[in-house]
């Protein structure tokens, strides 16, 4: 139960406030703030749309279809970077059984019959742009109507088996954002949401504060010698102006590395979890870098998943701590190393490093991340400095050309 402003408290009996009252009161704003953060983006913010709006909101759908498709041709059949602001394909992750780093989908008439494309490494520039190419002798009508029939598989690609799993159709896969008479509206699997106006406020303002601090690691631009993410890692990681870092990717501890398992902790026990991407250890701090290309909601909800399933085995299982100082180890000269131990695990920094168009690297981070990522950052900014981590974000410039066309 909490006090209002109109509210007293009355004592009796010798009381100090110095050891008696504040520890209270601490515990009272602890107990309020992990509430707040123990909070679903489905609980107050997400709110269903009315009938009427719902055909507002589709017409607006169609109209920016038609748009797209005449900037599309304009592009002599491409899009390119900023074309696609409001619109992403988004793969709904509650249907993917297995890591999703290992993610492939095809979409059904569109793709050749056997081709597929990794979720994380195709840009949406290039998934929308084999799209389009479907549609372009389709009336916007048509267009619309034939997303919500065509269907969209998955698959494991270190699955030994060719078979790959039907998930939803290819309209439930888009992901849109409309600001209409102060209200903001999304298209998630398949429905329009409206998002309440003043979480939305709360949360612009929160993610616009939130720090940008790189802790003196050289976050230098994604280009065109990296292929990935993980060529990116290691490209930063081997830099002269970051001496000292580690490359993490894919050191990923699993289910079975724990003893009891993942579901002690409320971790997914298919999860394969990664300490960080990038590793940086002082005496008294050390620093866990996540990195992410693309502003896709489902990429960005996996980053924030992987910094969370981190920060809690951190706090929680010695056997993760000791998986990450073997990998110290492999990497550096025992002689040099400095491994995780309780002092500077006790002044953690989480920093999120994603990767995103050059040209949007100056605007401010509400413009340029979706919703529905913004409202679970904030969940999870309030969880973790519970837990006493410190959280920044990064924006990396991403300045890799596009692929030429063969």
């Known amino acids: 139960m909490f006090a209002s402003s109109k509210d007293s408290i009355k004592i009796n009996g010798n009381f100090s406030i110095e050891e008696d009252l504040v520890p209270i009161l601490k515990q009272l704003g602890n107990t309020y703030r992990q509430r707040r953060s123990n909070r679903t983006f489905l609980d107050k913010e997400i709110l269903a749309v009315a009938p009427r709006k719902k055909e507002y909101l589709n017409k607006n759908f169609d109209d920016y279809l038609s748009k797209l498709m005449v900037t599309f041709k304009n592009n002599s059949n491409e899009f390119k970077v900023n074309d696609l602001d409001k619109l992403f394909v988004d793969i709904p992750l509650n249907k993917v059984k297995f890591n999703i780093e290992d993610l492939e989908f095809r979409v059904h008439s569109i793709f ?3 081709e597929y494309f990794n979720f994380f490494a195709n840009t949406q520039e290039e998934i929308f742009s084999k799209i389009f190419s479907f549609f372009l002798k389709n009336n916007v009508q048509e267009f619309a109507d034939k997303l919500k029939s065509i269907k969209v598989s998955i698959k494991n690609r270190n699955s030994d088996s060719s078979k790959d799993t039907s998930i939803v159709n290819l309209f439930s896969c888009l992901y849109m954002e409309v600001d209409h008479d102060s209200d903001k509206y ?9 998002v309440n106006k003043n979480v939305w406020r ?12 790189a802790h003196g690691i050289d976050f230098n631009e994604f280009n065109n010698e990296d292929a990935n993410e993980g ?9 002269d102006s970051n001496k000292g870092l580690i490359c993490l990717d894919k050191e990923n501890f699993g289910n079975q590395n724990l003893d009891g398992g993942f579901g002690l902790y409320e971790i997914n026990g298919r999860s394969q979890i990664e300490p960080c991407d990038i590793l940086k250890v002082n005496e008294d701090s050390a620093f866990f870098c996540h990195v992410k290309r693309g ?3 489902s990429g960005l909800s996996h980053l924030l998943s992987q910094a969370r399933a981190s920060c809690i085995l951190m706090k929680k299982s010695e056997d993760f701590v000791n998986h990450i100082n073997s990998a110290i180890k492999t990497e550096l000269s025992e002689s040099g190393a400095i491994f995780l131990n309780e002092t500077n695990l006790k002044d953690s920094k989480i920093i999120l490093g994603i990767i995103i168009p050059e040209k949007k690297v100056h605007l401010k981070n509400s413009k340029v991340f979706p919703v529905l990522f913004s409202l679970n950052l904030v969940a999870l900014v309030n969880a973790l400095s519970l837990e006493g981590f410190k959280v920044s974000l990064v924006k990396i410039p991403d300045k890799k050309g596009k692929k030429k066309k063969i």
Do not use: C, H, M
């Open 112 to 114: 050749r019959p056997g």
């Open 295 to 297: 502003t896709a909601t």
């Open 202 to 213: 709360e949360t612009r303002d929160f993610v616009n504060s939130l720090s940008s601090e």
């Open 231 to 239: 060529d990116y890692n290691i490209k930063i990681s081997k830099l």
């Open 186 to 194: 999304i298209l998630y699997q398949g429905d329009w949401l409206s």
